[in-house]
């Protein structure tokens, strides 16, 4: 299924707002806080800042119950590793909303989990022309460089508000989205930050093994070596490539992103098991774990 296709299928209206638009994304979670990070995440701003600027129009912060519009918006991010965050002031995200419920499918985060010792960093870049994977690639291999990650991804992605009020009718839209399309990553960046060190949370088009993840992963020589896949070396650590671009996938037509599932096979041994509930049920008013893991073991075999 193609871009066009799978945006057509699973389109999200409320109130002439668009909720949920498919995006490429990448996210570096780390362990430490933003502090034990800051010149790095720095780097990753200023390198990703020219992929997003020109769609940047909002900022939101932690006490913010809505964005507001901004000028700078670089400046806010970069204002945030320089101030150390606290319980009112951990998350600072400039993107591309002109309304609370809007999808942020141009976006650049920044967050501190400073009370679970975590952060990450993430990029969202819309949907455009056959390039901006490229773009991504670049973006994902030159941050790996020089960020301390301890894991991380890149691929396609579904950009949405989690906190708007209108989240619950995007949230009963993952399962099924994420069960037929084997490709497209479901968002989960706060709940994630919980367990960076408990394994990486699900392969991708790019997956990103940090200095302790890639040792106990053990040798990746043969993963190396296996039709369409490029193991690249960056920093400490390495980035696995699973194809020449990214794919989205239809198990019902049997795309089934064959070259993910042998990255996701050689990784499940470190993938996090106990991963917190984030995907509801048909007819659930709870996330729930069984359904979460269901999608996030889907690559393994």
Known sequence: MNAGDFQATYTCVADDVELMRLALGVVFYCSGDVTTH????????????????????SLQTTNMKRPKAIKDGK?????MLEERPSEVYNYVSV????????????CIEISDAGYRSASY???????????????????????????????GYAGYTLARNA???????????FYPIGMRHPGIDLPSAANTSFVV??????????????KD??????????????SG???????????IQAGDAPLIGDNNGRETCEVYRRVGRALKGIRCKDHPAFIFGPGEFMASAEKTEAWLSSLDD
Do not use: Y
């Open 95 to 106: 993107d591309n909303r002109r309304h609370n419920d809007e999808a942020p499918d141009c």
């Open 197 to 210: 060190n408990e394994g990486i949370k699900r392969v991708n088009w790019l997956t990103i093994l940090g």
């Open 163 to 173: 906190e708007s009020p209108k989240a619950s009718l995007t949230d009963r839209m």
């Open 121 to 151: 960093f993430l990029c969202r870049l819309p949907i455009g022309d056959d390039d901006t994977h490229g773009a991504l690639l670049d973006l994902t291999l030159k941050v790996a460089a020089h960020l301390h990650a301890a894991h």
């Open 38 to 57: 800051r010149n790095e995440m720095k780097f990753a701003v200023d390198a990703a800042w020219p992929l997003a600027a020109s769609g940047v129009r």
């Open 213 to 226: 993840m890639a040792r106990k992963a053990g040798s990746l020589d043969g993963l190396d070596q296996r």
């Open 229 to 239: 896949i490029i193991v690249h070396k960056s920093g400490d650590g390495v980035v």
């Open 75 to 79: 400046k806010a991010l970069l204002q």
